[in-house]
């Protein structure tokens, strides 16, 4: 199964992504935290290059919370300043908020040496369903940016006042022009980053399978209420869609039913708190 994703307007998106940072202070940058390197998109490096920058390792609530915590370690060791974040988590606002504020404190400085109260813009950027606008309406508190499951709901700039002197810009998501590494994006598409049209989305969820067989076995043993996986990929597919019901009129398996809620219920996390990369061992 290759995977294949650059359609025409993340080119578009880049241009505006480009025009739009002579406005801001800062950039926040999202990824996901069950997959930090798979979900960076190494183009923002040299996009972002001139601006500040807080990287947060969204939907933490649905990774393996010591991988998240080492991988805060291994930024924090490199310089770069990341936190998690989950927009179903109580805290984390407010340490969301001060880093960004801090980022922007040698901007707030100069301005403030000139006689001006400077409003401090930042902008949230990320891959396709990162969670950029759920991370803006978590800080805001209301739904004040359009947000959705699913790849590409945000389509132009929105700007989204926190406070009289803070402004976010959720902003739509942006993938690489070409990806070698299709383990990568096979992980992307496990995460639901690339939409699910360009996917084959039954062998996405045996490959799904295969990954989970391997790292977290009794978990999706206990979903698929199976009893035993160690069974050609197809096979354990058809025995989850008996033991789950996953079944069509007249009693026939329903198979691309099956892959789709199976890769749906491992993105919302249903499967437990499971990270798909760790950081590398230090030498």
Not at 3 to 18: D, E, N, S, V
Not at 133 to 158: C, E, H, Y
Not at 195 to 223: F, G, I
């Amino acid at each position: 199964m290759t995977i294949q994703w650059y359609p025409g307007h993340m080119a578009k998106t880049r241009r505006m992504l480009a025009e739009q940072l002579k406005a801001v202070d800062v950039v926040v940058l999202l990824v996901d935290a069950r997959a930090p390197l798979a979900s960076s998109n190494p183009d923002f490096d040299e996009l972002f290059a001139q601006k500040p920058r807080v990287l947060v390792l969204n939907k933490a609530d649905l990774a393996d919370p010591p991988i998240t915590r080492a991988w805060v370690d291994r930024f924090t060791a490199l310089g770069i300043n990341a936190l998690p974040f989950s927009a179903g988590a109580q805290k984390g606002v407010k340490p969301a908020v001060d880093a960004v504020t801090a980022a922007a404190a040698p901007v707030v400085e100069r301005a403030r040496a000139r006689g001006i109260k400077k409003v401090v813009r930042a902008m949230v950027a990320g891959i396709p369903n990162v969670g950029k606008s759920t991370f803006i309406n978590r800080l805001k508190g209301s739904a004040a940016a359009k947000a959705g499951d699913t790849p590409g709901v945000t389509r132009g700039r929105q700007w989204i006042r926190l406070s009289p002197y803070l402004e976010f810009l959720d902003t739509p998501g942006m993938l690489w022009p070409k990806l070698e590494d299709q383990d990568a994006a096979r992980v992307l598409a496990f995460l639901g980053a690339i939409r699910s049209e360009v996917t084959d989305e039954y062998a996405l969820a045996k490959a799904l399978v295969r990954v989970l067989r391997h790292e977290r076995p009794q978990a999706l043993r206990e979903r698929l209420k199976l009893e035993r996986l160690d069974a050609d990929d197809d096979i354990v597919m058809e025995e989850a869609c008996k033991a789950r019901g996953w079944l069509m009129q007249g009693g026939g398996m329903d198979l691309m039913r099956g892959a789709q809620l199976l890769l749906d219920e491992f993105r919302a996390g249903k499967m437990g708190r499971i990270s798909l990369e760790a950081p590398p061992q230090a030498p």
